[in-house]
């Protein structure tokens, strides 16, 4: 089946600049997306999600934007903090966000933030 | 209000052995997922329950088997382990369809080493 992917596996920023994360997926037919974030010996924990009708979702300091045209999902983390440093997955959904949470997750981006 | 819990957080098995993770949710969500995460790999899906005696499989199920007898419970089982079964395995839960279904609450993982 098609996946979803990560131009950048790894990223690494200065503590209080904007970090960006991208992913790029492949099933035309993906609805909705999602972004996780995993801490350390921790589960994934859900941040922020946006359906395919709109192009941009805004969170508490995190920005999600969708490119449907070139099948492109970033993350956008205002103000980087230590406590950002994680593993980020993005995850995609078909059916509208409707299909049980079948989820496809991508490989991850890791994300550090230095002091 | 403890979320997610999975027992063990891990376990040493010998091939051949079988054994049972055990995933409980105290947030009466109907839907539950048992999921696994091997290294530089997004999370996949190997079964999944929408409600109290229904299961499903989902990307990855051969080798396991699962049961959802109570609500609040979701057993994955190993009947006969293999070393391509190691991995991190994730048990999650969410609300029912119509809702949000992106987000999933996962519990800690259970690290799982076949020798």
């Known amino acids: 089946g098609e996946s979803v992917g990560l131009h950048l596996p790894t990223l690494s920023v200065q503590e209080g600049d904007n970090s960006i994360i991208n992913c790029a997926y492949s099933?035309?037919?993906?609805?909705?997306f999602i972004w996780y974030k995993q801490e350390s010996g921790k589960g994934p924990q859900f941040i922020i999600d946006i359906r395919s009708n709109m192009d941009k979702r805004q969170g508490q300091r995190v920005t999600v934007l969708l490119n449907k045209t070139v099948k492109h999902l970033s993350l956008q983390i205002a103000a980087t903090q230590p406590g950002d440093s994680a593993v980020y997955f993005c995850?995609?959904?078909?059916?509208?966000?409707?299909?049980?949470?079948?989820?496809?997750f991508g490989q991850g981006t890791i994300l550090t933030v230095h002091p | 209000n403890a979320g997610v819990t999975q027992t063990p957080k891990f376990r040493v098995l010998k091939t051949g052995q079988s054994m049972t993770l055990l995933c409980a949710q105290d947030m009466n969500h109907e839907y539950m997922y048992w999921y696994r995460q091997d290294p530089g790999m997004g999370l996949r899906l190997i079964h999944y329950s929408v409600g109290e005696g229904t299961t499903a499989k989902g990307e990855v199920p051969d080798g396991y088997n699962v049961s959802r007898l109570k609500k609040q419970n979701f057993l994955l089982g190993l009947e006969s382990a293999a070393p391509s079964q190691t991995s991190v395995y994730f048990c999650?839960?969410?609300?029912?369809?119509?809702?949000?279904?992106?987000?999933?609450?996962f519990g800690e993982g259970s690290r799982l080493t076949v020798l």
């Open positions: 099933n035309s037919a993906s609805d909705y």
């Open positions: 999650a839960s969410s609300w029912a369809r119509g809702t949000n279904t992106g987000e999933l609450f």
């Open positions: 995850a995609e959904n078909e059916g509208g966000g409707t299909s049980y949470g079948k989820l496809t």
